[in-house]
């Protein structure tokens, strides 16, 4: 029972680090429909800038500028990749302009960071604390509530500002927006620039409870989509869920079946909720007009 | 020309048979052995990217699957070669159902990201599962010994010769026929080819099935070809690079994919051999810089159109002599390469090379199979696949509720269809009349209510199998398949009359002959019966708006639906033809054929329904015959706002 409970809390900082890259998934879905393939690239680039930047400034001070970071990744993704093939309306066009970017981008970080995964160095105390006979990293505290409080952050921003209002009216009808005297391409923009803020700062969360180094973003970008899935790529509460859901069942299957298949649930989860409710657990089933 | 093609094909299959005696040396012999595996899988890899436009990222772990269960089967069972490859192909085929099922039930991205989770899992898997796979350490394979002789790599070039000419032969059968026909339809306009009940889900999962087992036909040929092999090969650079040929050689043609087969086997060699690369890259910018010259000088091009694609080429070349080794910058050549493409080669080396052949020798190409079949009257008409059985009324709509969040777009609205009757439904717009169509055909499930159609209750049911049931529409605003020729269009509608499989296929079989005739003079005549037969082999993008309206109600009629909708066929109309639509509305009814008509045009509503509904507000204010609809205050005050006795 112990045990359980245990894999439970680890899975729980895991889920998290899914969530938040799947919320990343979600912002530019809404406003474009499209979504970045490279956003794992975008977690990996910002745990490596903050690895070498937190070598000259606290762990405290660097994420900031791993936001900034993040947010100019993000532009440069979108107008590179992302723009051309929204004009064209060529779905084929985004996803392979996004992957090639990722690839890219892995490249480069092979070239200057090495290949090999580096340890970074973590800001809070590494003993363990003890509640109930449960240990919990501080690190593991830091990712969950790091995590919930940037899509609290987000969310507010959306409905309270006059320009989340705009990411709002284009998410919901990009045409009317625009004959709205919304610059819709600038919102798109936008909600890549803060997708790929919160991968960096998802990086920069998970890289001192695991290896930092150029591959590790692939895995979990990949495991995000399972949860934006699950979740529904409309629903912000469905990918909060489906992180925990992803995190617990993925702790658990490593523990009682083997750490060589703790990566087999994430799909298997992926095709039975398509099977069942292709909207996701949480999502809303959209009519499509005609 | 058809006769200049065929002997460039018998030409290019006799050079790749002498080949191996040409140039005996046994690396080059087995690279175009790996050509000859990897373009059999980018031949059905294409089926998935180029004609039903979805993105595979998991054919690389197809691929595996296929070389796999040859290996196991191999190591494990010592099947034999001849029995292995076809469990290769069903096996394979099997892992693509169970991705396409689930995964292409929802329109949108989704195919791309199950099939990424899958290739990372699937080499997982493989790496795991020790008992079976021998893990990372890999599995032996010998080639197989037949009649006593040990079969050489020579040998084996021409079994892959052999089976990637059959590969060929089925894919291009296979997209020759109505099957090919399908996939085009769906991804031109999915939802007019769900109204024609060609389903595009389920036409979506068999192109990935199709698909799937062609890769695993490559994987096993490939683990008989390399005699080992391990997880690490079927990674997702592999599945980039696959994609990367498809794009680059050229979607939608069959010299594309051996094309990109020849540009990814070689592209590894080019990149570990310095002088090599910079030799290509150099050459592909002066190319590159020349045709932009020419394009810039024939005005074909902008000068900000080529800047970018001339800067890159050219900063490829300069990057290979600035660096001694750029094997470590492999994975950034691929990406500037997809980019590049994806942008500026849509169409890839083949589609540069036919726009360049229109440009300059504009009869060389045939972008379509002129039909040249004549119809006649008698073959116009055909009966219904399932007989009216119901007497009284065809369609009874009960109760009928579409609510769009708080909308209440049609709001307990009752039809009764009549047997055999032209069923007019009029009212303002925004009453509800083409949601009220769309409901009736399955494109909207209603919120509440029920629907029941000669005798069966098809509330919920999808638009393909209410198609299939003997519902067929036109769309208010046109639903053609547009880059299809007009007769090809009516083809789509008679889809339901091909019975044959892909055995009768791929086989040609008399039966697949048979109904492929018959089908095109039924289409004929029916394009005659709407006045289009001169402008049977015409793009249908490329008519008037008019006879776009009309070649819609030819396509529907080619259903054999016992009930027709019309929704607006008049608008765009001039006079005389609006006389020839009533004409034809008749002689449809004269056939037995219900149908139900919205137009605005009140002297057609009036002159051809026997009863009219009509709408507003997503309500039912009247029904009646026409004179009676006419004298009725309500409709008046829907019609012109306020009460007839206040004005």
């Given amino acids: 029972m112990e045990i359980l409970a245990q894999l439970i809390v680890s899975g729980i900082a895991l889920g998290m680090i899914y969530a938040l890259i799947a919320f990343g998934y979600q912002l530019t879905f809404a406003t474009s429909g499209t979504l970045n393939f490279g956003q794992g690239e975008a977690l990996m680039l910002g745990a490596l800038v903050g690895l070498t930047l937190v070598g000259h400034m606290s762990y405290w001070l660097m994420i900031p500028l791993v936001l900034v970071f993040g947010a100019l990744q993000g532009i440069f993704v979108e107008r590179v990749g992302v723009q051309p093939a929204i004009k064209t309306k060529s779905e084929f066009g985004w996803i392979m302009t996004t992957i090639s970017l990722a690839i890219i981008f892995k490249n480069v970080a092979e070239n200057v960071w090495g290949h090999d995964d580096i340890t970074f160095p973590s800001p809070l105390p590494t003993s363990p604390l003890q509640f109930m006979g449960i240990r919990v990293l501080p690190m593991e505290i830091l990712v969950v509530v790091g995590a919930l409080a940037i899509m609290l952050a987000v969310e507010l921003f959306n409905r309270k500002s006059i320009y989340g209002k705009a990411v709002v009216a284009t998410s919901n009808d990009r045409d009317a927006a625009g004959l709205m005297g919304i610059n819709t391409g600038m919102v798109i923009t936008f909600s890549y620039a803060l997708s790929s803020m919160t991968a960096a700062f998802a990086g920069v969360l998970i890289a001192p409870l695991t290896l930092t180094g150029s591959t590790m973003g692939v895995v979990l970008g990949l495991k995000a989509f399972s949860v934006a899935i699950i979740g529904g790529l409309n629903s912000g509460m469905g990918v909060i869920v489906g992180g925990l859901i992803l995190g617990i069942a993925e702790t658990t299957t490593g523990y009682y079946v083997s750490t060589g298949y703790k990566d087999v649930p994430g799909l298997l989860l992926l095709l039975l909720v398509l099977a069942i409710k292709p909207s996701g657990i949480f999502g809303k089933s959209v009519i499509k007009k005609v | ?647």
């Fill in chain 2, 1 to 647: 020309m058809s006769a200049v093609k065929n002997i460039s094909i018998v030409l290019a299959i006799a050079v790749a048979a002498v080949l191996p005696t040409l140039w005996p040396n046994p690396y080059y012999i087995h690279l175009m052995v790996v050509i000859g595996i990897y373009a059999i899988l980018l031949l059905g890899l294409d089926i998935v990217v180029g004609y039903v436009g979805e993105v595979s990222l998991g054919h690389a772990a197809l691929f595996g699957i296929g070389s796999y269960t040859a290996g196991v089967l191999h190591f494990q069972l010592a099947v034999p070669f001849l029995l292995a490859v076809p469990a290769s192909i069903a096996v394979t085929g099997l892992f693509g159902a169970i991705l396409a099922l689930p995964a292409l039930r929802v329109n949108g991205p989704y195919l791309a990201m199950v099939t990424l989770a899958f290739g990372t899992i699937i080499q997982i898997l493989i790496n795991e599962m020790t008992f079976l796979t021998n893990g990372p350490l890999g599995l032996s394979v010998r080639k197989p010994i037949w009649f006593g002789h040990q079969i050489t790599g020579t040998d084996y070039y021409y079994i892959v010769l052999v089976a990637l000419v059959l590969a060929l032969i089925v894919v291009q059968r296979v997209l020759k026929s109505h099957l090919g026909r399908a996939f085009e339809a769906l991804h031109d306009s999915p939802i007019a080819s769900d109204c024609m009940g060609v389903s595009v889900y389920a036409y979506k999962v068999y192109a990935f099935v199709l698909s799937a087992g062609m890769a695993g036909l490559a994987g096993s040929l490939f683990t008989y070809s390399e005699e080992y092999i391990s997880p690490n090969t079927y990674s997702f650079e592999l599945t980039i690079l696959f994609l990367l040929a498809v794009i680059m050689g050229g979607r939608k043609t069959r010299t594309g994919p051996i094309l990109g087969a020849i540009i990814i086997v070689m592209l590894p060699n080019v990149l570990s051999d310095i002088d090599l690369f910079r030799k290509i890259s150099t050459g592909i910018a002066v190319i590159a810089v020349l045709y932009s010259a020419y394009a810039l000088a024939v005005r074909m091009r902008t000068l900000k159109q080529v800047t970018i694609p001339v800067l890159v080429t050219v900063a490829l070349a300069v990057s290979g002599y600035v660096m001694d080794n750029i094997t470590d910058q492999r994975l950034t050549i691929f990406g500037v390469m997809i980019l590049f493409v994806v942008y500026y080669l849509p169409n890839g080396i083949m589609g540069f090379v036919r726009s360049l052949i229109v440009r300059f020798r504009p009869q060389w190409v045939h972008r379509h199979v002129a039909i040249l079949e004549q119809g006649d009257k008698q073959h116009v008409w055909s009966v219904p696949d399932h007989p009216v059985t119901s007497n009284g009324f065809l369609l009874e709509a009960r109760n009928l509720v579409m609510q769009f969040g708080g909308l209440k777009a049609l709001n307990e609205v009752n039809l009764q269809i009549a047997k055999g009757s032209v069923h007019g439904l009029i009212g303002p717009n925004g009453s509800g009349k083409s949601t009220t169509m769309n409901v009736l055909t399955g494109i909207y499930n209603p919120t509440a209510g029920e629907i029941e159609f000669n005798g069966k209750v098809i509330t919920g049911a999808t638009p393909s199998s209410i198609a299939g049931e003997g519902i067929a529409r036109t769309f208010q605003n046109v639903q053609l398949f547009g880059e299809m020729t007009a007769i090809e269009n009516v083809l789509v509608g008679l889809h339901h009359t091909y019975k044959h499989s892909l055995v009768d296929v791929v086989f040609q079989t008399p039966r697949c002959r048979r109904e492929k005739n018959a089908a095109e003079i039924r289409a004929a005549s029916l394009l005659q019966f709407v006045g289009l037969a001169d402008l049977a082999n015409e793009e249908a993008r490329n008519l008037p708006y008019g006879k776009q309206r009309l070649l819609e109600i030819a396509r529907a009629l080619a259903l054999n639906p016992s009930l027709l909708l019309l929704d607006e066929p008049a608008a765009g109309l001039t006079a005389p033809d609006i006389k020839e639509l009533i004409a034809m509305i008749n002689k449809i009814r004269e056939h037995g054929i219900t149908v139900i008509l919205i137009e605005h045009h009140m002297d057609v509503v009036m002159s051809i329904c026997d009863i009219v509904t009509v709408l507003d507000f997503g309500q039912k204010i009247a029904e009646g015959t026409p004179a009676n609809i006419q004298s009725d205050e309500k409709v008046i005050e829907a019609y012109l706002g306020g009460s007839a006795q206040a004005a």
